[in-house]
């Protein structure tokens, strides 16, 4: 048994109160069950009751809380989720200034931004470096968010096109035996990455650049023998590249382009016996300058909470197996 500690934090905006304690109380109710404290309001603001470490993380959730809602003006589930995911680990620096940094603005008009510590290091290193792996489960943001990054360079004037990839795996990279043209034919492998493209440009935008020719969706194979100057690529599933693929993709970057490599090294759908060029460049480019690495993790995935369950129960069982 624990003894009873006790924190007070004043909250004078009581519009920021209520987004904070969410719809029926939503938002403190989650806090509650998963810290295993008692919060309640009152005449200064908002009482913590409980164990002493748990009650502290419950402060910094809530002050991590009050900023979204000051910044953002109301607290989605995934921030709630994360913020007191990272209270329980200790590792909240830093989680304020996520709201900061816009990377683009949908066509929609939704702003995209990092929405947790592992992306917006993701974010830092595409900066920093020409070439970037992220390397990390579904649901982590790679593609998209190196999508976002290339559509900003791109209006930005520091690229002339955006080249996007994938190798087309189930095909064997072999589409010729498929009905169709070659765009009916790569299709199927493709499409992820156009989802991408018409939500974050809209689709009469990406329609426009795709004819004059600022905007490359092909499959892998067909980047042999090119040079690509002035170009944002980015390489999606590359855990589904051979070792002389990958260093046939990455021999092929020109003068003022980068490359953004995005991957899960838990869903490699190369045959039997053929091992992924993405492993192996881990240690073959690992000491090189200019070239990041960053791993998301399942903290980092912002899709439905129930992936990240299916995630942990699939890596359980695999280590079981």
Do not use: W
Request: a neutral charge.
């Amino acid at each position: 048994m624990f003894d009873i500690y006790t924190l007070e934090i004043p909250v004078e905006d009581r519009t920021v109160v209520r987004e904070i304690f969410g719809n029926l109380d939503y938002n403190v109710k989650f806090i509650e069950s998963e810290l295993n404290i008692k919060i309640s309001l009152n005449g200064k603001g908002i009482s913590i009751m409980g164990d002493e470490t748990m009650a502290r993380a419950g402060e910094i959730v809530l002050r991590n809380l009050e900023n979204i809602a000051h910044q953002k003006g109301e607290i989605d589930d995934q921030s709630l989720r994360y913020t007191i995911d990272m209270a329980k680990k200790g590792k909240t620096e830093g989680i304020k200034d996520l709201l900061k940094e816009i990377i683009c603005v949908t066509s929609g008009g939704k702003a995209i931004k990092p929405k947790t510590l592992g992306q917006k290091q993701y974010i830092d290193s595409i900066t920093k470096n020409d070439i970037v792996f992220g390397i990390g489960p579904a649901g982590t943001g790679k593609t998209y968010l190196a999508m976002a990054k290339a559509v900003t360079a791109f209006k930005n004037k520091e690229v002339n096109r955006i080249i996007l990839t994938r190798p087309a795996v189930e095909a064997g990279e072999s589409l010729g035996f498929l009905p169709g043209d070659l765009n009916e034919k790569i299709d199927p492998y493709l499409r992820p990455l156009y989802d991408a493209l018409f939500d974050i440009m809209g689709y009469d935008n990406y329609l426009k650049l795709i004819e004059k020719g600022l905007i490359e969706v092909a499959p892998l194979a067909y980047m042999r023998g090119r040079t690509l100057d002035s170009s944002y690529v980015i390489l999606d599933e590359a855990q589904n590249t051979t070792n002389e693929q990958m260093k046939m993709f990455l021999t092929r970057l020109g003068y003022g382009s980068k490359a953004i490599i995005t991957g899960d090294i838990t869903q490699i759908d190369l045959p039997r016996g053929r091992r992924s060029g993405l492993v192996s460049v881990k240690k073959i480019l690992k000491d090189v300058e200019g070239i990041g690495f960053i791993e998301l993790s399942r903290n980092d995935i912002v899709r439905h909470p129930l992936v990240q369950k299916i995630i942990d129960a699939y890596e359980a069982f695999e280590k079981e197996d």
